[in-house]
């Protein structure tokens, strides 16, 4: 698989710094659209949220507008335009007063999104620097745990059904009358993870929220994987952090030209990215049935 061009200590590449269409949709293959309601689309049908015009398709999968060549908030400036102006954005899953979140649209995982802080004093800054402020990064992180807690609900609605861990839950969901109290099922927050890059490949502040799989097509090569499977990811509930932390310096670390190590089983692949792929493949199907 050929590598696309990157810049030296980021995981940017340049179909993504010179995209023009702005991101709809996270994943690979199209989903079959759910009838029954979810945690996505009862917060996306809430009275606070300005009205979005539905689709046939799949949450995952809406329809994706495109910027002009000229629009101010294209390359590395891309993300502006869901600040801007979020309620023309389909992509954009909810906003509030503080925060803007939406689907990746280059995404590194089966779901993959986006949060997006709007302070104007923060959100050009490096998230090392902007997260030493301890009011704002509380409120980040207070808005992170909301936003994975979203993403878990739909994992457990695109996968739950087919989970051997969730079967138990959906029996006493299925009994009638149903129990007071559920089986918690599958603990679905624990294949998220969330974090900010540190060498972002964008210029406006923001916080990726996706599931462990690491299982998408737009994943194309070894600083990609990387970028989600090493430490040049880092927490958003490690922050502050410590003057002397090594994860400063990711360049020093070497974190994007280390071993393609396996997320889930830790079998080393070298520098071998097709076969890491494969193998991805084949962990994620087994993933989705733990």
């Known amino acids: ?63 994706i507008p495109t910027l002009p060549p000229n629009a101010p908030f294209t390359g590395r400036n891309g993300l502006g335009a869901y600040m801007a102006s979020p309620t023309k954005f389909p992509a954009v899953i909810y906003h509030n007063e503080d925060f803007v979140a939406i689907y990746d649209g280059f995404p590194k ?13 923060k959100t ?61 099922g599958r603990d679905w927050e624990k294949q998220v993870l969330t974090g900010i890059h540190s060498g972002p490949s964008m210029n406006h502040l923001h916080i990726h929220v996706l599931s462990v799989d690491r299982y998408s097509s737009c994943l194309k090569h070894k600083k990609h994987y990387n970028s989600f499977a090493t430490p040049f990811l880092v927490d958003v509930e490690d922050f502050p952090l410590d003057p002397e932390d090594v994860r400063r310096h990711p360049g020093g670390q070497g974190y994007l030209k280390s071993d393609l190590i396996c997320w889930r089983c830790q079998q080393n692949f070298k520098s071998s990215f097709t076969s890491l792929k494969q193998h991805l493949a084949q962990e994620y199907e087994e993933w989705k049935r733990e």
């Open 109 to 121: 995982s089966s779901v993959h999104v986006l949060l997006l802080p709007l302070n104007p004093e």
């Open 124 to 184: 050009l800054l490096h998230p090392f620097k902007a997260f030493e402020d301890p009011q704002f990064i509380a409120s980040v992180k207070a808005e992170v745990r909301k936003l994975k807690s979203l993403v878990a609900s739909e994992l457990r609605r695109l996968y739950g059904k087919d989970s051997a861990s969730e079967q138990t839950r959906i029996k006493a969901m299925e009994t009638d009358p149903p129990p007071e109290a559920l089986p918690p």
């Open 1 to 63: 698989m050929t590598d696309d061009k990157e810049l030296p200590g980021d995981a940017i590449t340049s179909e993504k710094i010179n995209a023009t269409t702005l991101p709809g949709h996270a994943g690979d293959k199209p989903l079959r659209s759910a009838n029954k309601r979810n945690a996505f689309t009862e917060l996306m049908s809430s009275p606070q949220k300005p009205k979005v015009k539905p689709t046939s398709k799949a949450l995952l999968h809406r329809a």
